[in-house]
């Protein structure tokens, strides 16, 4: 072979062809992923070299200097964007398999799954090998000048990616491959320092080996009218070329972990913690995650920004997907690193891929147990659940899978401890006959504490955990059970019926001395209840108002009304009465008076204020309130 050989004109196939124009137009969401593709397939040739050099006789001889040079002319008269790399290379079999066939396993079989869709074709094509390709979108035309390690001949490659390519020795002195686009009004933009500084430190910073930027800068030398502009040529190294995370975890100390941090998250404070796994055999990954000291602000926002990045062998791929971990862990910042995903890996894949779905899993459960390790520490865990305990309770109800794990994190205040109380010390101090963990829900802590549904809990000396969390009206009942233990809500009609069977007695209502005093009640206030009972748990207050067993509670009929679901239902409420109190047995002699019906909108509306709602009518409440202090006074 010589140079005086022709250069050979090659067509590429219908098939082919047909799907170098999908992956030109629908692969990639941003242009400027080429130059990751181009790095990244650069990096592999360099790794593949450096493996021959190390293990086979006739490579070790070679004076290899493992780098990635990129250079580019800005030039009016043509843009090009070169990439150099002192690897592998190609000899003219590879090229025509590698660059001159596409998905050659099938390609017919390939073309005949594709709908015609170019967003969901393009997460099939990016099941195949086909990176190069994205050079397109920005180039007319590419070059690739490559001689393989070992060989003498070097052969230059050209197509401009529509009916096919040319192919035609040439000479290169070293072993390597150099890859020229000629820009087109789309690729102009990457003709420039900045633009490709900027997405290697974002794609490529990591990878192995380091690339070098070339570029003019220009120098003024003299003032005035001898002012000269001296142009410098100059190359730089504009990547890392470390991955932090890949460095053995004994040569990194806690303000190592912490710096790095600082540069990855750009938080300016230390995290809280880290966990950082390295996993070989049969899976091959490193994942570095942090916890930061204070929530993000977009913690509660259903377009939060994803805190942890994924790389394929330290090259990134994206940082906008929020099935990395599940969306109660979306506090946590970090990487994903594996050796096993397809470098071209879609959206698709990434969802429904078995190695990162096993990489989730893991990396799950090792969080999970690092927040039980500090859960011990509990000065530093109360901290922790301050700032992230309302996501911890979302898993708690969504991932039932870790829900074993989960339960032991999530924390409760109640009626019984000051701070937190976990569901397995509430089971512990538990009565004898008791069966159910009770529990308040409500907006505020100190309304719920002095709230009547718990006076009877608390005359009993039942535990009653305080429910303040305005989630917790979803995650409670969505738990149902702690082991053996159902949950009960106070906030329900049928929660006197639990106090029945905690072994006391009630007193006997005399029905027919009651029911014309109910009936009375209910018609003053129509519909605004849906019943009037005697209340079972009642002690010093008049009155109370519950949601009866099947229905929502009021905080979460408001909650679900904050969401936009305007259409549901408006559930009434029960309201519970104290016979026993003041109140109610005058009320039994008056019932002819106007005095009845006040006194009788007032334990309704006060009752409504205990529950933290609003008054349908406040100037009303306030005249009938001064119309009975005018009276007792």
């Known amino acids: ?123 099939l094509i990016g099941q195949f090998g086909v990176g190069f390709y994205s050079c397109f979108m920005v180039a007319d035309e590419v070059e690739v000048i490559t001689r393989k390690a070992g060989e003498e001949q070097a052969y230059r490659w050209v197509s401009d990616g529509k009916s096919g390519f040319e192919l035609e020795p040439t000479v290169k002195k070293e072993p390597g491959t150099d890859i020229t686009l000629f820009l087109n009004d789309d690729g102009k933009e990457y003709a420039s320092r900045w633009s490709i500084t900027e997405i290697l430190k974002k794609y490529s910073n990591h990878i192995a080996f380091p690339v070098y930027l070339s570029y003019e800068e220009s120098k003024f030398d003299g003032k005035g009218d001898d002012k000269k502009e001296i142009k410098e040529q100059k190359t730089e190294q504009v ?69 942890v990045k994924l790389y394929v062998k330290r090259v990134f791929i994206t940082d906008d997907e929020k099935e990395l971990l599940p969306t109660y862990l979306r506090f946590v910042k ?123 809990y608390n005359k009993r000396e039942i535990e009653v955990l305080i429910a303040d969390d305005e989630i917790d009206e979803i995650i409670i009942p969505g738990v149902a059970k702690f082991g053996d233990h159902d949950f009960k809500s106070v906030n329900r009609s049928n929660a006197g019926d639990e106090l029945k069977q905690a072994g006391e007695k009630t007193e006997e209502v005399d029905e027919k001395e009651t029911a014309p005093f109910i009936k009375k009640i209910k018609k003053v206030l129509g519909d605004k209840v849906k019943d009037v009972k005697v209340s079972a748990r009642l002690t010093d207050s008049p009155s109370v108002l519950v949601a009866d067993a099947e229905d929502p509670t009021f905080q979460m009929q408001e909650m679900m009304r904050a969401m936009g679901q305007t259409g549901m239902p408006d559930a009434k409420p029960i309201l519970e009465i104290n016979l026993d109190h003041p109140i109610l047995k005058k009320m039994k002699d008056m019932r002819k008076s106007k005095d009845f019906d006040n006194a009788t909108e007032l334990l309704y509306e006060q009752a409504l204020l205990l529950e933290g709602m609003k008054l349908e009518n406040p100037a009303d409440f306030v005249k009938r309130l001064n119309e009975v202090l005018a009276k007792s006074l």
């Not at 660059?99 to 594709?114: D, H, P, Y």
């Open 1 to 123: 072979m010589g140079e005086n050989l022709k250069m050979a004109k090659h067509v590429f196939q219908t098939e082919v062809n047909e799907l170098l124009h999908l992956i030109i137009h629908s692969l990639y969401s941003h242009k400027e992923i080429f130059l990751r593709e181009l790095v990244s397939n650069a990096s592999d040739a360099l790794d593949k070299l450096k493996y021959l050099t190390l293990t086979e006789d006739k490579f070790k001889k070679i004076n290899f200097d493992p780098r990635i040079d990129i250079s580019f002319n800005d030039s009016k008269d043509g843009r090009t964007l070169t990439i150099k790399d002192s690897g592998i290379g190609m000899n003219e079999e590879d090229l025509i398999e590698h660059l001159g066939t596409i998905a050659r396993s099938g390609t017919k079989n390939f073309l005949g799954k594709l709908s015609g869709d170019a967003k969901k074709d393009s997460n």
């Open 239 to 307: 990547n890392d070329a470390t991955a932090f995370w890949k460095r053995p975890k004994g040569e990194l100390k806690k303000k190592d972990y912490n710096e790095f941090y600082k540069t990855f998250s750009n938080d300016f404070k230390d995290p809280a913690l880290h966990v950082h796994t390295q996993a070989e055999g049969a899976m091959d990954y490193s994942t570095l995650f942090f916890v930061p000291e204070k929530a993000p602000q977009d913690l509660f926002y259903a377009d939060y920004k994803p805190g």
């Open 334 to 456: 970090g990487v994903i690193d594996s050796e096993d995903l397809p470098l071209n890996v879609s959206r698709e894949i990434l969802q429904q891929n078995r190695v990162l779905d096993n990489i989730r899993k893991a990396s799950v459960k090792k969080l999970l147990k690092t927040f039980q390790t500090l859960a011990k520490k509990e000065k530093e865990y109360v901290k922790f659940y301050e700032e992230f305990g309302r996501p911890i309770k979302e898993g708690y109800y969504q991932d039932r899978e870790n829900r074993d794990l989960l339960e032991k994190l999530v924390r409760f205040k109640s009626t019984k401890v000051d701070g937190f109380t976990t569901l397995e010390d509430y089971v512990s101090r538990m009565k004898e006959d008791q069966k159910g963990i009770y529990y308040i829900t409500g907006d505020n802590e100190s309304t719920l504490r002095r709230s009547p549904l718990i006076e009877m």
